[in-house]
Every structure is written in structure tokens, then in C-alpha cells.
């Protein structure tokens, strides 16, 4: 089944320490993507990623770290995490996000205390 | 940074009313797309419209892409309560040449409740 996986699907953290949360597809697409979901502002996109080792900010990337070293992989890693950063996060991955559906995934949950 | 003015923020109607929802932006975008979200899971993509003044169907929803390819619109025709969800749009930047660019910007999402 094609789909975007997304871990941890919750998680409740303290200020400072370091998290990752993982996300991975198998539809061997090119492009990935982070966004966080907040009420009343929709989705922000964090960075995303055109292919292996390219990736490029999106509109709200302080305090977020990513990588893409393998094509299904791309990571979202918060090295000191802080409470304004609770929020609701997805992932996608599309073949071209111009033209193409972005699949996303199931999203994650994340509260930093 | 691009921004999309997404409107209304909520709508609430009655089973059988038509209804618009409205994505505006100062931009001009190479495409536009539109999303339900339902709770929990993430956004399923409905249409995307590339072309300034195209307009797609699907089923009783009518998408239309703005000719200057700064705005959209949304009409649902005859309002069903499985229409109730999180509408957004989001607009796409193509660098020049053609090739994708990948920076997404989002409306702010219009949360559609339709009442039996």
C-alpha cells in the first residue's frame, strides 16, 4: 500500500531535549515536506526536500532541523525544543508538488512542556 | 513570503445549500491546490488548477483558478453533511523554466460544518 509514515504519532516532551521524529514513504517520490498545523493558520511549511541531499527552508524553519540522505527517508529533528513548538506536525511526498497530489501522512501530535 | 487569504474561516449551513469558499493571494501562483482535511488524518488532495481561468468539476464541488492566477474559488453545490470537514488551498511557486519549485504556501483553512 502506498503511504507516508509518520513516528512518533504522539509525544509529550520537556523544553530542551532533543527530538526526532521520523517519516518515511514508498512511493519512491522525489519531493518531501514538513509542515506544522496550528488553529486558525492552517499549514506552515517547515522545509521540504526536491531529492536526496537538497533541501531548502520553507516559511517557519527556525528551531527545526532536517536531512535527507535517503530518498523514503527525511527526518525532523528539534535539537532543543521549546514550548511555541507545540503543535500538530505532517509530512508529504508527492512526484512533482506543482502538478502532483501531495500524499501526506498520518500526522504527529507533539506538546513540549 | 507569499501569503493566502483563505475565506470564510468557518461556515455553518444546512444540508442542501450552496456554499463558496474563497482563496485570494497578491501572488501569482504557477498552481493552486485544494485539500480536505478530516480530523485526525491528513489533507486528501481534491483538484489541483494550473491554468488562469480553468475551471474543474468534481461531482457537485466547482473549482476556478482566477485568469491572473492570483485567486480561487470553491463552490459546493447542494450541501451534504459528508461535505462537513477542513477546506484549505495552497499555492504553488514554480521557478522560471518549468522546473517544480516545491515551496507551498496554505490558506488558512475553512472549517465547513453542514447540519442535517
Known amino acids: 500500500e502506498a503511504q507516508v509514515t509518520q513516528n512518533p504519532r504522539y509525544l509529550i516532551t520537556v523544553t530542551g531535549k532533543k527530538l526526532t521524529v521520523t517519516c518515511s514513504q514508498n512511493?519512491?517520490?522525489?519531493?518531501m515536506s514538513w509542515y506544522r498545523q496550528d488553529p486558525g493558520l492552517g499549514l506552515r511549511q517547515i522545509y521540504y526536500?526536491?531529492?536526496?541531499?537538497?533541501?531548502d527552508k520553507g516559511d517557519v524553519p527556525e528551531g527545526y532541523k532536517v536531512s535527507r540522505k535517503e530518498k523514503r527517508n527525511f527526518p525532523l529533528i528539534l535539537e532543543s525544543p521549546s514550548p511555541n513548538q507545540t503543535s500538530l506536525y505532517f509530512c508529504?511526498?508527492?512526484?512533482?508538488?506543482?502538478?502532483?497530489?501531495?500524499?501526506f501522512g498520518p500526522g504527529t501530535r507533539l506538546t513540549v512542556l | 513570503t507569499q501569503l493566502l487569504e483563505q475565506s470564510p474561516q468557518f461556515l455553518s449551513i444546512q444540508e442542501g445549500e450552496n456554499l463558496t469558499v474563497y482563496c485570494n493571494s497578491s501572488?501569482?501562483?504557477?498552481?493552486l491546490q485544494w485539500y480536505r482535511q478530516e480530523p485526525g488524518e491528513g489533507p486528501v488532495l481534491l483538484v489541483t488548477?494550473?491554468?488562469?481561468?480553468e475551471v474543474k468539476k468534481l461531482k457537485r464541488l466547482t473549482f476556478q483558478f482566477g485568469d491572473a492566477r492570483k485567486d480561487s474559488s470553491l463552490h459546493i453545490t447542494a450541501a451534504q453533511t459528508g461535505d462537513t470537514g477542513l477546506y484549505l488551498c495552497?499555492?504553488?511557486?514554480?521557478?522560471?523554466?518549468?522546473?517544480?519549485?516545491?515551496?507551498?504556501?496554505f490558506g488558512q483553512g475553512t472549517i465547513l460544518t453542514v447540519h442535517p
Open positions: 508529504a511526498s508527492s512526484h512533482d508538488p506543482g502538478v502532483g497530489e501531495q500524499f
Open positions: 526536500s526536491m531529492n536526496v541531499e537538497v533541501t
Open positions: 488548477v494550473v491554468t488562469g481561468g
Open positions: 501572488s501569482v501562483f504557477s498552481s
Open positions: 512511493m519512491n517520490h522525489e519531493y
Open positions: 495552497a499555492g504553488v511557486f514554480r521557478r522560471a523554466g518549468g522546473t517544480s519549485y516545491g515551496k507551498l504556501t
